[in-house]
């Protein structure tokens, strides 16, 4: 069963994707929308904290918050895989594999997995029935059988992975850069060739240390955005050289 304050905050995104609440205005205050939902305020702060989260609210002007934008944020505080982060958040999404096969580990992938030979999988995410992400994964040999397993379609591997076996993935190590769309890139993402792609490279381990995954995840410029929130206690972004 949804919460109330998701659908709260699904109908508050749906009137700033649409321009009812457009860029750079305020949204109403806590106890307007409260009495507008017939919602209790702690509910709909709830329901703002989301919105605050996918970057699309930002910080308080007295009472109220300003509208951001209207691009979708994916914020790193957890570590949740495409689909989940699109299913809380109220999108349609799907996908697809495209290919998958066995092959021997290559150099920087037998160094990350720990492993001789591996499973490679590609797949086209789509969002909103858009191509929006191509994911290149390299699964280790040891969870290789669990994937295979997989039906093409599923909409997420990692609760899958959950689900059949328990696997648990604990910690992730993200690389973020901007990459060209090649020509497979631009076919599969509907972009043309030479477009920018934002590229997600991340290593995924179990709460053990033991590797499970390598992927090259290109999405769709324009598609998402990540977000990361820092303070002077906690700053989790660092810069370090491309390659």
Do not use: K
């Not at 329901?47 to 951001?68: D, F, H, K, T, Y």
């Not at 990350?112 to 591996?118: G, H, I, K, M, N």
């Not at 769309?181 to 030479?194: E, I, T």
């Not at 972004?237 to 390659?243: D, E, G, S, T, Y």
């Amino acid at each position: 069963m949804v919460a109330r304050y998701e659908h709260i905050a699904a109908e508050l995104r749906d009137d700033i994707m649409n321009g009812t609440h457009p860029v750079g205005t305020l949204l109403p205050s806590e106890s307007e929308l409260a009495a507008h939902y017939r919602a209790a305020r702690g509910t709909v702060r709830q329901a703002i904290a989301v919105l605050v989260a996918e970057g699309l609210v930002g910080s308080r002007q007295g009472a109220r918050r300003i509208v951001l934008g209207t691009t979708r944020s994916q914020s790193f505080a957890e570590l949740h895989s495409f689909a989940q982060w699109a299913r809380a958040n109220g999108y349609r999404f799907g996908g697809q594999v495209i290919s998958q096969r066995g092959r021997a580990a290559r150099g920087v992938e037998s160094a990350r997995l720990s492993c001789a030979t591996v499973l490679e999988v590609m797949r086209v995410r789509t969002l909103e029935g858009e191509p929006v992400l191509l994911e290149r994964t390299v699964y280790a040999d040891w969870i290789a059988p669990a994937v295979e397993a997989l039906p093409g379609d599923c909409e997420s591997v990692t609760q899958a992975l959950f689900d059949s076996v328990g696997l648990i993935f604990a910690y992730g190590e993200h690389l973020i850069d901007a990459v060209a769309a090649g020509a497979q890139d631009s076919r599969l993402l509907a972009v043309r060739r030479g477009s920018p792609l934002l590229r997600q490279r991340r290593i995924t381990t179990t709460h053990e240390g033991r590797p499970v995954e390598w992927s090259d995840d290109r999405y769709r410029a324009g598609s998402v955005a990540f977000s990361i929130r820092n303070s002077i206690g906690a700053n989790p972004l660092v810069r370090q050289l491309a390659f």
